[in-house]
């Protein structure tokens, strides 16, 4: 039974810092492709980041820069690290998984297991 549950959100001031944390179950962090996804109020869910157990970690273009995706295999954990936050990250923050082959960003509907979320509030 695969479970997956982020922490680590909260509401911040505009150009702050944030680390999310997904921690699993099932010993799935080494072996499977795993995924950041956010959500703001009234807009669908958009990637921001897959991490591959490859080890290398993909990011979506409008990421770039502010957002580092890392795991901890031997704590079966992966993070999200959020630099200079905008009011424009204000969403729900998702944690997501799938086995497979994991060579970039998929859409939301390709991943099988999610977590419950974490809630990002970022105030100017």
């Known amino acids: 039974q695969v479970q997956l549950v982020e922490s680590g959100g909260g509401s911040v001031q505009a150009g702050g810092s944030l680390r999310l944390s997904c921690a699993a179950s099932g010993n799935i962090v080494s072996r499977a492709c795993l995924a950041w996804f956010r959500q703001a109020p009234g807009k669908g869910r958009e990637a921001v980041a897959a991490?591959?157990?490859?080890?290398?970690?993909y990011y979506a273009d409008s990421m770039k820069g502010r957002f580092t995706g890392s795991r901890d295999n031997t704590k079966d954990t992966v993070y999200l690290q959020i630099s200079s936050l905008k009011p424009e990250d204000t969403a729900m923050y998702y944690c997501?998984?799938?086995?497979?082959?994991?060579?970039?960003?998929?859409?939301?509907?390709?991943?099988?297991?999610w977590g419950q979320g974490t809630q990002v509030t970022v105030s100017s």
């Open positions: 991490l591959s157990p490859t080890g290398v970690t």
């Open positions: 997501t998984a799938r086995f497979g082959l994991c060579n970039g960003l998929s859409t939301d509907d390709k991943y099988t297991y």
